[in-house]
């Protein structure tokens, strides 16, 4: 009966995760979600799941932690840490996460690495190491990597450029890493409103188009709306920026047939270097 019981978890999990490979990078924080999944312009310790380049623009020492629940299914829980820390010669990363249940689970290892080739073009890449493990079957180590850049095309626009896994690279005997190659902008017509757009290609899957807006309320408070599609979900999010710091996202994605996804971010981002 166990073995049953845990049968039909996997299949759930397998088919609520539909649109989602395996091995998939973890979403970009509250802060994406609730834009809908963006995040290539991101300047802020969340670009550590999204566009690594980004993390060349910290100021000071920053953190994260993330949780989500796709589609209110417990067994398909995903909770991401990060840090990172900003030096003369770069900025460093690490990322974790954990995505999945007892039954069946993934854990992924990052070190990151970020620089500015020049004021406005910042580069930066992520090693990752990958665990798949299903208790009856044992468990599957790989590795890979992640690239990208970051492009000031004007005071006010953003062009971002990121590949996830460019090399093909067996997870399982008969499934590959996702190669991902993502192209956005990041617009910001005025200091309370900002737009971003992407691009994403799976080589596996259709291209998904993702959209989303940040827009200052008040000053500690945002609103945050986003859409995309290839599954088509529709998105919104809260923060609250503290002055200790501290930063506070709820945030959830809605699929008209599977539901909500809620999540929730907690970021502390540290005072400017000397």
Do not use: W
């Not at 290892?109 to 079957?137: D, H």
């Not at 859409?227 to 709820?250: H, N, R, W, Y």
């Amino acid at each position: 009966m166990k073995s049953f019981s845990s049968c039909l978890i996997l299949l759930l999990f397998f088919t609520l995760s539909l649109y989602s490979q395996n091995g998939a990078p973890p979403s970009s924080g509250a802060r994406g979600i609730g834009m809908g999944g963006v995040g290539l312009t991101f300047k802020d310790i969340n670009s550590l799941f999204a566009n690594p380049a980004g993390l060349s623009y910290l100021e000071g020492v920053a953190a994260t932690v993330m949780a989500e629940e796709r589609f209110l299914v417990a067994e398909i829980k995903s909770v991401s840490a990060g840090g990172a820390i900003p030096t003369q010669s770069g900025t460093y990363g690490l990322s974790l996460n954990y995505l999945g249940f007892e039954g069946y689970n993934e854990q992924r290892l990052g070190l990151a690495y970020s620089r500015k080739l020049l004021e406005s073009l910042s580069i930066g890449g992520q090693f990752i190491v990958l665990n798949t493990r299903i208790p009856e079957y044992g468990s599957n180590i790989v590795a890979t990597f992640e690239l990208g850049f970051l492009l000031g095309l004007f005071p006010n626009l953003d062009l971002g450029f990121h590949v996830f896994s460019p090399l093909r690279v067996n997870i399982l005997p008969d499934e590959q890493l996702p190669t991902v190659f993502r192209l956005g902008l990041g617009y910001q017509p005025s200091e309370k409103v900002k737009l971003l757009a992407e691009v994403e290609k799976d080589i596996d899957y259709l291209t998904r188009v993702k959209m989303g807006l940040d827009y200052k309320i008040i000053k500690p408070l945002y609103l945050r709306l986003g859409m995309a599609t290839e599954p088509t979900l529709l998105s919104f999010g809260l923060g609250l920026q503290l002055e200790s710091g501290l930063l506070i996202d709820v945030a959830s994605q809605y699929h008209q047939v599977l539901g909500f996804t809620p999540a929730i971010s907690l970021t502390y981002q540290g005072s400017k270097k000397e």
